[in-house]
Each structure stands twice: as structure tokens, then as C-alpha cells.
């Protein structure tokens, strides 16, 4: 079974940045498309940005502009960078395979945004 670990996560204030990390197990990670999802409380999972085993991106309208995501094949780790973090960004961010999720998900990274 693949193991997705991530990390990265904190409090910080609006405006600010963080960089998340997602680790992954598995031998066939550079052929899959990653994506970070995020889910708020009281709200579903949603995914907020994708990118394919060669590197093509696609962001949720919420994120675009802000948010970057890439990938080191060589680590098995797909990286988000969020920047001019808002409140409405606070949620728990996990990563998985993409347009559709393995059937299990790592334990997340809280990530919340408030002065």
C-alpha cells in the first residue's frame, strides 16, 4: 500500500506563506498525476490544484495565482506552495493521486490562516 505522509502545515497570518510537502511511497510515482486536496470543517474534500507526471498544472479558481504546485520525482514528493494566504484557506490538506484518489489518505497537514 502506498504511504502518503504530509507536512508543512501551521498558523500563520493573512498574507503569509507556507510550504507544504507530500511524500509518497511507491515505485510508479513519476507516471501519476498528484494533486493536493483540502477540506474545511463542516465542508467537503475539495482538490485545489493538479499537476501530471510531466509537470502540467491546473488550480482550482479559489487558489489560482497563488498557489504553486510541483513535483521531485527523484523524492517521491509532490510540494505546495501557498502564498498571500487568506482565511478561507484554513483547512487540512492532504495529497493524492489525481482526478481520482486512491482509496486511502494520509493523516494531513492542518493549515490555518488567521490574525
Known amino acids: 500500500q502506498v504511504q502518503l505522509v504530509e507536512s508543512g502545515g501551521g498558523l500563520v497570518q493573512p498574507g503569509g506563506s507556507l510550504r507544504l510537502s507530500c511524500a509518497a511511497s511507491?515505485?510508479?510515482?513519476?507516471?501519476?498525476?498528484m494533486g493536493w486536496y483540502r477540506q474545511a470543517p463542516g465542508k467537503q474534500r475539495e482538490l485545489v490544484a493538479t499537476i501530471t507526471g510531466g509537470g502540467s498544472t491546473n488550480y482550482g479558481d479559489s487558489v489560482k495565482g497563488r498557489f504553486t504546485i510541483s513535483r521531485d520525482n527523484a523524492r517521491n514528493t509532490v510540494y505546495l506552495q501557498m502564498n498571500n494566504l487568506k482565511p478561507e484557506d484554513t483547512a487540512v490538506y492532504y495529497c493524492n493521486r489525481s482526478p481520482v484518489p486512491m482509496g486511502y489518505w494520509g493523516q494531513g497537514t492542518q493549515v490555518t490562516v488567521s490574525s
Open positions: 511507491g515505485n510508479n510515482f513519476r507516471i501519476w498525476s
